[in-house]
């Protein structure tokens, strides 16, 4: 908002010194409205979430929805952190291997495999949930442990893991390993002090789009949760379903939205300008 | 500190031949360099020797240690590429000190040694900053401190030089060989760059199309080519074909390699007095090879100084400052001569007949003069 703001600000003045209305100054105009209608229909409904978010009984202001959040959806906070961070885990141990394999080794059938590995991008929700029901159901009787519920997450979010591993180690000469090899490090050093550190920028994107994901993720959840687990996005559902929308619910809300953001900014904030830049070069 | 030795040491990628055969015995001590143009094999060479590509077939041995099935952290080796590749998240000390830290040496072991590699290749006090902050002969030089410090038995180079700029590549090919002598370790060198490989080499070995076209020192390749492609890959060279007339003289030296024979050989219509290391008879065709510089004006009374005099007329000349070059047809063919910058103005285009002065022509035979162009080698 505040870029669109000062790009106002500093062509009013320039186009204000010609006579009548140029071409160039109804285009000006034209990509302005465009700019603020945008940010109208995107940013709106997230304000009168949170508008509704702080109306208490008998519409006064209340910050006290949020201490309801902390107090009474506090587990439901919690499982979804838990579900994500085992998520994460699962999927960095999967993907680093995998990404590695698919960038530095030929074998045969690669392309076909990594179309394969990243096909759950393209599939819907619902039938990722669906298959995965069936199969944790049947073959493996996963349903009822949190387990179920974060290998499913893990296989819905694996792509988005491993595609800016893949692209980070695509992007990383040769040449690093080979001169750690040559100065007599193992692989797994040359991975853990050389490799590791240089694909970082990847490794945090891949972290931070999972987490987003997983996090806020219902559709598969829905699916494949245990009875005892409800996770934040299942409890708003479940609340907006049977009693209606209330200022606690709207409240949880805006905590996992909020949640989401503070997750993009951390990203940014520690790795922002190096994978901005694409390279791990400082 | 270490010989190295390659036994028929071959790579074939497919139906592609990359190094066919390659035999090669590097002293302990010494600098030897692989010398060709692009895909002619010389890097795929050095990468085998580091161990960073497997041979199709062939041995190569450090002393009498057979290296060839160890990866290259098991070789000792110290590998200079063409870029530095400092590791960019590295302070330069964690770079020098990384071959050492990998093999679990002491913190304050490592650090002293590091302060010593960083005085040895001049950078003392560099040791905090990050690659990136420094210019790109810098970073090279910590590249060069990094192998050292591992104290490795042979130091390969990769056209260490290549993307340097041109008064950096200078300073920095003596500092290579400095630091090559005074820590006295063993040397294979691979460029492009003829001059460089003149410049430090102990030893040359010429490379094209995955073979090797001769090995020696600088005046062996540079005065007896065996090859025509040492012949024109090395400078410039003028190449008369011609047939063996008459042998003059075959000496008897014991080495055969240092034997001379001497012969008269008949290029249309001249009559050149040729040498060769190489016996020939009466018939044979050969190639006889005349460096630019090796060829004189000559002024009146001075014939007797030379063995060969042949008369032309000037078409071209031109100035390159400190010399000038002149084309000159004799007969039916055109030479290149190269005379002082100086000469240039007493002589002119068109100006009539001068006559050239030269001794004996090196002749190799004419098989051995049909090569492969550079441009036609596979990448």
């Known amino acids: ?130 298959s995965l029901l069936l199969t944790y159901n049947f073959t493996y009787h996963l349903t009822t442990s949190i387990w179920g519920l974060v290998l499913a997450m893990a296989v819905g979010t694996f792509p988005l893991m491993l595609s800016p591993i893949v692209v980070a180690l695509k992007d990383l000469p040769l040449v690093f390993e080979e001169a750690s090899e040559c100065l007599g490090a193992t692989r797994w050093q040359t991975f853990r002090k050389i490799v590791f550190p240089l694909i970082g920028p990847g490794v945090s994107a891949g972290l931070m789009l999972s987490f987003i994901i997983v996090f806020n993720e219902y559709l598969v959840t829905l699916f494949v949760h245990p009875s005892d687990i409800t996770t934040a996005p299942l409890r708003v559902f479940n609340l907006v379903r049977t009693a209606g929308l209330a200022p606690t619910t709207a409240a949880l809300a805006v905590t996992m939205q909020l949640i989401s953001f503070a997750a993009v900014l951390l990203f940014f904030r520690v790795f922002g300008t190096r994978y901005l830049k694409g390279t791990y070069l400082l | 500190m270490s010989t190295v030795r390659l036994a028929a040491v071959t790579k074939h990628y497919g139906q592609t031949v990359a190094v066919e055969e390659f035999d090669l015995d590097v002293a302990d001590g010494e600098l030897v360099t692989l010398l060709g143009p692009s895909g002619c094999g010389k890097t795929t060479t050095l990468r085998m020797i580091a161990g960073l590509i497997e041979p199709t077939n062939g041995r190569i041995f450090f002393d009498a240690e057979d290296v060839t099935d160890l990866p290259p952290r098991k070789r000792n080796i110290g590998f200079v590429f063409q870029t530095p590749a400092l590791f960019p998240h590295l302070s330069v000390a964690d770079n020098i000190g990384f071959g050492l830290s990998v ?98 080499s102990d030893r040359i070995v010429v490379m094209n199309a995955g073979r090797v076209e001769q090995i020696g020192s600088q005046t062996d390749i540079y005065l007896r080519p065996r090859t025509g492609f040492v012949a024109e890959f090395i400078g410039a060279n003028n190449a008369l074909r011609g047939t063996v007339a008459a042998v003059e003289s075959s000496d008897a030296t014991a080495d055969p390699a240092a034997r001379e024979h001497r012969f008269l050989v008949t290029s249309g219509e001249l009559s050149l007095h040729c040498r060769s290391r190489l016996p020939a008879t009466v018939g044979d065709a050969v190639v006889a090879y005349l460096r630019p510089e090796e060829l004189a004006v000559v002024e009146d009374g001075d014939e007797t100084a030379y063995r060969n005099v042949v008369e032309g007329d000037i078409e071209r000349v031109i100035f390159e400052g400190p010399t000038a070059q002149l084309r000159v047809r004799v007969a039916d063919r055109e030479l290149r001569v190269d005379v002082g910058g100086s000469r240039r103005l007493t002589l002119s285009e068109g100006r009539g007949r001068v006559r050239l002065g030269f001794n004996d022509l090196n002749v190799i035979p004419a098989e051995a003069a049909v090569r492969v162009h550079p441009d036609e080698v596979p990448a």
């Not at chain 1, 929805?65 to 579900?83: I, T």
Request: charged residues 15%.
């Open chain 1, 1 to 130: 908002m505040s870029a669109a703001g000062s790009t106002t600000a500093t062509a009013a003045p320039r186009s204000a010194r010609r006579r009548g209305p140029s071409p160039r100054r109804l285009v000006d105009i034209v990509s302005h409205g465009y700019i603020w209608l945008c940010l109208f229909v995107f940013v709106t409904p997230f304000a009168a979430l949170l508008g509704y978010s702080l109306t208490g009984p008998g519409g006064t202001y209340a910050i006290q929805n949020f201490q309801y959040v902390l107090g009474s959806f506090g587990e439901n906070l919690f499982w979804s952190f838990r579900v994500s961070a085992l998520t994460l885990i699962i999927d960095l141990l999967a993907a680093l291997p995998a990404a590695y394999a698919i960038v530095r080794y030929p074998f045969p059938g690669k392309r076909a495999i990594f179309s394969a590995l990243t096909l759950p991008l393209y599939v819907p929700g619902a039938v990722i949930g669906l």
């Open chain 2, 103 to 200: 093999k679990g040496r002491k913190k304050d072991a490592i650090a002293a040694r590091v302060e010593e590699m960083l005085a040895l290749v001049g950078l003392a006090g560099y040791g905090p900053r990050l690659p990136a902050q420094m210019s790109g002969g810098q970073q090279q030089r910590v590249a060069l401190a990094r192998v050292l410090a591992t104290d490795p038995r042979v130091l390969l180079f990769d056209e260490p030089l290549s993307a340097l700029d041109r008064n950096l590549r200078d300073t920095l090919k003596y500092s290579i060989l400095d630091l090559q002598r005074r820590t006295a370790k063993t040397a294979i060198y691979v460029t492009h760059d003829q001059s460089e490989a003149f410049a430090i």
